[in-house]
Protein backbone atom coordinates (compact mmCIF):
# COMPACT_ATOMS: atom_id res chain seq x y z
CA UNK A 1 0.00 0.00 0.00
CA UNK A 2 1.09 3.53 -1.47
CA UNK A 3 0.30 6.49 0.96
CA UNK A 4 -0.48 9.66 -0.32
CA UNK A 5 -0.21 12.57 1.95
CA UNK A 6 -1.64 16.33 0.98
CA UNK A 7 -1.76 19.75 2.79
CA UNK A 8 -1.74 22.99 2.11
CA UNK A 9 -5.47 23.92 1.42
CA UNK A 10 -8.01 26.51 3.06
CA UNK A 11 -9.86 29.49 2.59
CA UNK A 12 -8.58 32.28 0.29
CA UNK A 13 -10.18 35.38 -1.46
CA UNK A 14 -10.18 35.31 -5.07
CA UNK A 15 -7.42 36.54 -6.67
CA UNK A 16 -5.27 34.95 -4.06
CA UNK A 17 -3.02 32.23 -3.58
CA UNK A 18 -2.22 28.98 -2.45
CA UNK A 19 0.09 25.78 -2.36
CA UNK A 20 -1.04 22.41 -2.38
CA UNK A 21 1.57 19.40 -1.01
CA UNK A 22 1.78 16.04 -1.74
CA UNK A 23 4.31 13.87 -0.31
CA UNK A 24 4.56 10.03 -1.33
CA UNK A 25 5.86 7.82 1.08
CA UNK A 26 8.03 5.52 -1.23
CA UNK A 27 10.64 7.53 -3.27
CA UNK A 28 11.10 5.29 -5.61
CA UNK A 29 7.82 4.56 -6.81
CA UNK A 30 7.24 8.01 -6.31
CA UNK A 31 10.03 8.93 -8.82
CA UNK A 32 9.32 6.71 -11.77
CA UNK A 33 5.94 7.65 -12.07
CA UNK A 34 3.73 9.92 -13.17
CA UNK A 35 1.29 12.01 -10.39
CA UNK A 36 -2.20 14.10 -11.06
CA UNK A 37 -4.12 16.63 -9.10
CA UNK A 38 -7.56 16.25 -9.47
CA UNK A 39 -10.23 18.27 -7.61
CA UNK A 40 -14.16 17.34 -6.96
CA UNK A 41 -16.73 20.22 -6.05
CA UNK A 42 -19.59 19.19 -4.60
CA UNK A 43 -22.62 17.90 -6.70
CA UNK A 44 -20.19 17.47 -9.70
CA UNK A 45 -18.13 14.69 -10.47
CA UNK A 46 -13.99 14.46 -9.93
CA UNK A 47 -11.97 16.20 -12.57
CA UNK A 48 -8.49 16.02 -13.39
CA UNK A 49 -6.49 19.61 -13.30
CA UNK A 50 -3.11 18.55 -13.45
CA UNK A 51 -0.51 16.14 -14.48
CA UNK A 52 3.46 15.73 -14.26
CA UNK A 53 5.02 12.91 -15.82
CA UNK A 54 8.24 11.15 -13.78
CA UNK A 55 10.58 13.93 -16.61
CA UNK A 56 8.73 16.99 -15.68
CA UNK A 57 6.64 17.03 -18.61
CA UNK A 58 2.86 18.65 -17.40
CA UNK A 59 -0.47 19.06 -18.83
CA UNK A 60 -3.44 21.19 -17.93
CA UNK A 61 -7.64 21.30 -18.15
CA UNK A 62 -8.05 24.87 -19.78
CA UNK A 63 -9.87 25.83 -16.80
CA UNK A 64 -6.42 25.96 -14.81
CA UNK A 65 -4.09 27.32 -17.95
CA UNK A 66 -2.22 29.72 -17.04
CA UNK A 67 -3.18 30.25 -13.25
CA UNK A 68 -2.11 26.46 -11.85
CA UNK A 69 1.65 24.97 -12.39
CA UNK A 70 2.08 21.37 -11.04
CA UNK A 71 5.41 20.57 -9.94
CA UNK A 72 7.57 18.12 -8.24
CA UNK A 73 10.51 17.55 -6.15
CA UNK A 74 11.98 13.95 -6.79
CA UNK A 75 13.98 14.67 -3.95
CA UNK A 76 11.37 15.06 -1.24
CA UNK A 77 8.99 12.70 -2.62
CA UNK A 78 6.34 15.59 -3.07
CA UNK A 79 4.30 16.91 -5.77
CA UNK A 80 3.07 20.27 -5.73
CA UNK A 81 -0.08 22.23 -6.94
CA UNK A 82 0.38 25.84 -7.23
CA UNK A 83 -2.53 28.23 -7.85
CA UNK A 84 -2.59 31.54 -8.35
CA UNK A 85 -5.29 34.06 -9.62
CA UNK A 86 -8.03 31.73 -7.95
CA UNK A 87 -12.09 32.38 -8.61
CA UNK A 88 -14.75 30.84 -6.90
CA UNK A 89 -15.44 28.29 -9.24
CA UNK A 90 -12.29 26.52 -8.08
CA UNK A 91 -13.58 25.83 -4.72
CA UNK A 92 -13.39 21.97 -4.33
CA UNK A 93 -11.75 18.96 -2.75
CA UNK A 94 -8.42 18.76 -3.86
CA UNK A 95 -6.98 14.86 -4.37
CA UNK A 96 -3.29 14.05 -5.53
CA UNK A 97 -2.95 10.46 -7.65
CA UNK A 98 -0.14 8.12 -8.35
CA UNK A 99 -0.31 6.59 -11.73
CA UNK A 100 0.45 2.65 -10.29
CA UNK A 101 -1.44 -0.30 -11.05
CA UNK A 102 -4.80 0.58 -10.08
CA UNK A 103 -4.26 3.96 -8.71
CA UNK A 104 -3.69 4.88 -5.65
CA UNK A 105 -5.27 8.51 -4.34
CA UNK A 106 -4.40 11.17 -0.91
CA UNK A 107 -7.03 12.23 1.40
CA UNK A 108 -8.34 15.46 -0.46
CA UNK A 109 -7.89 18.74 1.21
CA UNK A 110 -10.81 21.82 1.05
CA UNK A 111 -9.84 24.88 -1.70
CA UNK A 112 -12.54 27.37 -0.60
CA UNK A 113 -12.23 30.54 -2.80
CA UNK A 114 -14.92 33.20 -0.88
CA UNK A 115 -14.75 36.57 -0.47
Known amino acids: QVQLVESGGGLVQPGGSLRLSCAVASGRIFSINTMDWYRQAPGKQRELVAT???????NYADSVKGRFTISRDNGQNTVYLQMNSLKPDDTAVYYCHLQLRGGYWGQGTQVTVSS
Open 52 to 58: ITSGGNT
